[in-house]
């Protein structure tokens, strides 16, 4: 079974842009969750959503948002791009929403976005 | 506030030593800890769970050891290999938090 994909792998906006990212999860996951990961740190939480619905936010401003199709895949989306936006964006599913089902997340290749 | 977080930036041994990664939490309430490595370029990988109702659990060439009462957790390989040289993060499953991460590099 193929992993969790994102695409594009690499991605150059200029300030003000407007930028989409995709990820498919792993067939059979139905909840996608996204981060970024900003040079030299840990990834940072940005949403979660299962079943289409959002589940979880991180204290990320409201340029950015998500959403998720009858598929499971997942779109990021980031308005009015800022330099500080540049990072890898990492795509992560699962078969629930509910971490208390203690169960782990996998992680895709990620996109990387600069922005100048 | 809490926090994940590990002690250390960067870790050097050598070929057939083996390392010793360390992470602290502060959530008293964490029942799942995940360990991950990454590798330049790619997204993190799993490496091996613990939740807490354990101290201790082995998969192949690593442990992860918990000491709840410290909040404290590590990970070690055995006889690292230059394949081991990444960047290695724990993870607080309840909302996914992770430490910065410590940069492993084996010299051969």
């Known amino acids: 079974d193929a992993g969790v994909t994102q695409s594009p792998t690499h991605l150059i906006k200029t300030r003000g842009q407007h930028v989409t990212l995709r990820c498919s999860p792993i067939s059979g996951h139905k909840s996608v969750s996204w981060y970024q990961q900003v040079l030299g740190q840990g990834p940072q939480f940005i949403f979660q959503?299962?079943?289409?619905?959002?589940?979880g936010r991180g204290n990320f401003p409201d340029r950015f948002s998500a959403r998720q199709f009858p598929n499971y895949s997942s779109e990021l989306n980031v308005n009015a791009l800022l330099l500080g936006d540049s990072a890898l964006y990492l795509c992560a599913s699962r078969d629930s929403w509910t971490s208390a089902l203690q169960e782990t997340q996998y992680f895709g290749p990620g996109t990387r976005l600069l922005v100048l | 506030g809490e926090s994940v977080g590990l002690h250390l930036p960067t870790l050097s041994v050598q070929e057939g030593d083996n390392s010793i990664i360390n992470c602290a939490y502060s959530?008293?309430?964490?029942?799942?800890f995940i360990w991950y490595k990454q590798e330049s370029g790619k997204g993190p990988q799993f490496i091996i769970d613990i939740r807490s109702n354990m101290d201790k659990r082995q998969g192949q060439r690593v442990t992860v050891l918990l000491n709840k009462t410290v909040k404290h957790l590590s990970l070690q390989i055995a006889a690292t290999q230059p394949g081991d040289s990444a960047v290695y993060f724990c993870?607080?499953?309840?909302?996914?938090?992770f430490g910065a991460g410590t940069r492993l590099t084996v010299k051969p």
């Open positions: 993870a607080e499953s309840n909302d996914m938090r």
């Open positions: 959503y299962y079943e289409k619905e959002e589940r």
């Open positions: 959530n008293s309430a964490s029942d799942y």
